[in-house]
């Protein structure tokens, strides 16, 4: 069962990947916004645990719930000011929250099913 929240846990990062580089490229901003400089502070910091998220070690899946705590209150703060409906800001906040409770969820999964195979070995 801890198979299937690490899945979601990747489906809702990948989602936010998705959703911050569709937000600055295809977003409406000002022309003196610099494209990249954005692409590189949104999306560096998601390249870090992406390698251990996707081999499922646990112990990343429990720091990149701090991580997405960072994303989810830029999202809620983009929510927050502005005027209408934002949907790359909804989306932000839709997909960090996921991450962050599947990765919860994983890691208390896995550590039971490791608990339990350990005891079946003794």
């Known amino acids: 069962m801890d198979h299937v929240f690490k899945h979601i846990a990747l489906a809702s990062f990948f989602g936010l990947m998705i959703t911050l580089t569709s937000w600055i490229t295809l977003g409406e901003h000002s022309d003196n916004y610099p494209t990249s400089a954005f692409l590189i ?8 645990p992406l390698r251990g998220l996707l081999h499922g070690k646990p112990y990343t899946h429990a720091w990149t719930t701090f991580l997405m705590l960072l994303y989810f209150t830029h999202g809620i703060g983009e929510v927050y000011s502005a005027d209408g409906f934002h949907i790359y800001a909804s989306l932000e906040v839709l997909f960090s929250f996921t991450t962050f409770v599947a990765s919860i969820t994983f890691i208390k999964l896995n550590a039971q099913r490791m608990r339990a195979e350990s005891q079946n070995k003794n």
Do not use: M
């Open 41 to 48: 502070i949104a999306l560096v910091p998601l390249l870090f």
